[in-house]
């Protein structure tokens, strides 16, 4: 048997030699570093699976202690010499928070054919077998004219004599690597080699007309990405993310781009005469896997999304094992009616509206009351009510009814995950009760590790710990990079950090996806003040106040004016916190930042702690907020600050 180091490997015009440590594009010799080199040579080699993250530094960097950065950097250093990037990922696909997977079509020779030896050891690898093994019938085993150079007189000499005996090869192989396949994908036990695959799922359209099937179509979606979620071999995702590129569906390729995704799955419906058509789309060349047009009655829900589950599990030739299926079978209520309440109730809430929001409490208050054991509505329901906070609600409001959600969702099934991250997010934004929100976001991320990486991070950050802080942040950016809030908050985070020019370019990034996002132009504000940007800062944070209603901007433009020295301007946003808190509830810490720009220190303080005693006074910002610098030095606010259970 032939080990890598004695194999020469082939993709597109590049070619590998593990033994001589050298790499060709396009016949000239490119540099890479001894680590780089390495990596790619590990990819290679295991092109055939996902190699996890861990798997990979252990190899590599066996005898160096290095983070996950090392790698990061390395996969973006080969892919810039070998003319990749990550979102086509044409050689490395970059399957987020797991690892990377080699996809190119690769041949292996041996590396002995080099010195007058037949070439014993030819494959290909990937789901077409031999695309890019058709250039050897033509160059010979790919060595072409840029290589002839190279070559002694008789290894020219032999080469000419072997080239129509190895084209003759290669087209055998390639006929037998192709039954080999097929016999291959029967003998298999299902699972053996399956490998992780992402997948997006786009709202389904109405073949009709009508509001109705404009949400049957969001609900269809919903639910097959929480159905295909519970296979470990399938990255789905969120609905809630997809939502934001639903204006591509009719550029399916590109939206699975924008999402850098494998596969996009999108469908249509008609209620009648009841078919549903469900069409299965590779990202890397937009060519149509599956069609698929069958026939359903829409008065069953859970029929619909057996039928799309077990259809495109097929189709991606995923199989699940026992524990999988357990998982993908669980719907957390067997009644349809409150199961179609409850999809409703997440089209409204994914809204993003206050309408939507106030629609989706209403439509899973509809879901308990079809089936009052249904934990996962109860764990909705809490979920709307803490989005309150985005259209001028009190905490004391909304709060309560959170935590009485969460809570009766805990009761009736202690497995839902998503009721704890939230019992937890509880604990630590308005409870500041750490240990509790700790011990709750431990139980959810026992039970689902993709959730509550982002306000673990934050959790992570007020508690001083800021490693591991960074390091949630960037399993949360791997696992959902795409979500607008989400991209808006990891821009916040840099703030937090005094990372500004991180900042800068996440929130731009966030601003290209919905560019009429208040906080993503208040949260840039507040960063271009502290470069010294301030007209810049003032434009931003105007847009926050106008695309808002005065909800977000009002204490951070204040304070701006108040640093510039426009101190009769920034006394005039107090009084808009003012008129603005007679109209919806305003968080005294609003008001605080203003005074604290004015150098009023008590009058700063004093409306911190009645934010800390209304519950709005997110711990991170206490912490870390800069335009709280002026007063950390003052006794009262050291004191202030141990007593709600921080420490510096």
């Not at 160059?139 to 005996?165: C, D, M, N, W």
């Not at 139980?443 to 590790?449: H, L, Q, W």
């Not at 609003?590 to 009023?600: K, N």
């Amino acid at each position: 048997m032939t080990t890598e180091a004695s194999k020469v490997f082939f993709f597109d015009d590049v070619k590998v030699e593990p033994r001589t440590g050298e790499v060709f594009k396009a016949g000239a010799a490119v540099a890479l570093e001894p680590k780089v080199f390495k990596l790619l040579v590990f990819l290679i080699a295991n092109r055939d699976r996902l190699v996890e993250k861990e798997e990979i530094l252990d190899v590599v960097w066996k005898d160096v202690n290095v983070t996950e950065n090392s790698l990061a950097s390395a996969v973006a250093k080969l892919r810039r010499t070998l003319g990749d990037d990550s979102k086509t990922g044409k050689y490395i696909q970059t399957l987020h928070a797991r690892g990377y997977r080699f996809v190119a079509n690769v041949e292996v020779e041996n590396d002995s054919a080099r010195d007058g030896e037949a070439a014993t050891d030819l494959s290909s690898s990937g789901s077409e077998v031999g695309i890019a093994s058709l250039r050897a019938t033509q160059a010979g085993t790919y060595v072409g004219a840029q290589e002839k150079a190279q070559l002694s007189p008789a290894s020219e000499r032999l080469l000419s004599g072997r080239r129509v005996i190895v084209a003759g090869i290669v087209c055998v192989l390639l006929l037998g690597a192709g039954f080999y396949r097929r016999f291959r994908e029967k003998r298999t036990p299902p699972g053996a080699t399956d490998a992780i695959t992402s997948i997006a799922v786009l709202p389904f359209q109405s073949a009709g007309s009508g509001g109705d099937d404009q949400i049957l179509g969001f609900e269809i979606a919903d639910a097959l990405t929480a159905r295909l979620s519970s296979s470990t071999r399938l990255l789905v995702r969120p609905t809630s993310t997809v939502l934001h590129y639903s204006d591509l569906r009719d550029d399916p390729a590109a939206a699975g781009r924008a999402l850098n995704v494998d596969y996009i799955l999108q469908g249509t419906i008609q209620r009648t005469p009841g078919i549903v058509t469900v069409q299965l789309i590779r990202v890397r060349d937009a060519a149509s896997l599956q069609t698929v047009s069958f026939n359903e009655k829409f008065s069953n829900v859970f029929q619909v999304e057996d039928s799309l589950s077990a259809q495109v599990l097929r189709a991606l030739t995923v199989t699940l094992y026992n524990e999988e299926g357990r998982k993908l079978g669980r719907r957390f209520t067997q009644n349809p009616a409150a199961y179609e309440a409850f999809l409703n109730a997440h089209y409204f809430m994914n809204l993003a509206t206050e309408d939507g929001t106030n629609k989706g409490i209403a439509s899973f208050q509809q879901a308990i009351a079809i089936d009052p054991h249904y934990a996962m509505a109860y764990a909705g329901m809490g979920d709307c009510y803490l989005r309150l906070f985005r259209f001028g609600m009190a905490p004391a409001e909304f709060v309560p009814k959170s935590r009485a959600a969460e809570t009766k969702a805990i009761e009736l099934d202690n497995t839902v995950a998503y009721a704890h991250s939230l019992l937890g997010y509880i604990a630590f934004q308005y409870d500041w009760d750490f240990p509790t929100a700790e011990r709750e976001y431990k139980i959810a991320r026992e039970s689902d590790p993709a959730l509550v990486h982002q306000w673990y991070g934050f959790y992570l950050l007020a508690l001083n710990r800021v490693p591991e802080a960074d390091r949630e942040f960037n399993k949360f950016n791997d696992f959902l990079p795409f979500l607008v809030s989400a991209s808006a908050f990891y821009g916040q985070y840099f703030y937090f950090r005094a990372q500004n020019g991180l900042a800068v370019d996440q929130l731009n990034k966030t601003l290209a996806m919905q560019q009429d996002y208040p906080p993503a132009h208040e949260f840039l504000g507040m960063v271009y003040e502290q470069q010294g940007r301030t007209n810049e800062a003032i434009t931003e944070i105007r847009k926050a106040i106008d695309l808002s209603g005065g909800e977000y901007g009002l204490g951070s433009l204040g304070h701006v004016y108040a640093s510039v020295g426009r101190r009769n301007d920034a006394r005039n946003m107090l009084q808009s916190i003012a008129e603005q808190s007679s109209r919806s509830y305003v968080s005294p810490y609003q008001s605080a930042i203003v005074h604290a720009g004015l150098g009023d220190k008590e009058k700063a303080i004093d409306e911190l702690e009645k934010a800390f005693a209304e519950r709005s006074l997110p711990p991170p910002i206490l912490r870390c907020d800069p335009r709280l610098n002026n007063l950390r030095a003052e006794p009262r606010f050291q004191d202030f600050v141990r007593r709600v259970g921080l420490s510096f």
